[in-house]
Nanobody
C-alpha cells in the first residue's frame, strides 16, 4: 500500500527551527518528485517545496525560499524539510506529497499521493 508518513511537527518559537521528515513506502517513490504543501487555519492548501527524483534539483514557493531547505535520502526513501527562521505565519499543517513525474516543479501543479499531515505551530 502506498504511504507517505510525516513526522517532526511541533511547537516552536518565532525565529526557531524544525525539521520535518516524510518516509515513503516502496522504492517506486525513488522515481518521483516529492515535496511539501501546507495549509494554514482558514486558508487553502498551498505548495511549499519540492525535490526532483535525484535530489539534485529543488523548487520553492517564494514564501519559504531562503528559509526552508528540502532534501531527500535515496536509500531511506525519505525526504526532509529543514525550516529555519520560522514565523508565526508558517503555522500550518504540513503535508508530504508526491507526483508520478521526475521533475520538482511538476509537484507544484499536480499531486498523486498525499500524506496525512503534521502540525507546525510557531508562537510569537
Amino acid at each position: 500500500q502506498v504511504q507517505l508518513v510525516e513526522s517532526g511537527g511541533g511547537l516552536v518559537q518565532a525565529g526557531g527551527s524544525l525539521r520535518l521528515s516524510c518516509a515513503a513506502s516502496g522504492r517506486t517513490f525513488n522515481s518521483y518528485a516529492m515535496g511539501w504543501f501546507r495549509q494554514a487555519p482558514g486558508k487553502e492548501r498551498e505548495f511549499a517545496a519540492a525535490v526532483d527524483w535525484s535530489g539534485d534539483s529543488t523548487y520553492y514557493a517564494d514564501s519559504v525560499k531562503d528559509r526552508f531547505t528540502i532534501s531527500r535520502d535515496y536509500y531511506k526513501i525519505t525526504i526532509y524539510l529543514q525550516m529555519n527562521s520560522l514565523k508565526p505565519e508558517d503555522t500550518a499543517v504540513y503535508y508530504c506529497a508526491a507526483v508520478r513525474r521526475a521533475e520538482a516543479e511538476a509537484l507544484s501543479y499536480n499531486v498523486d499521493y498525499w500524506g496525512k499531515g503534521t502540525l507546525v505551530t510557531v508562537s510569537s
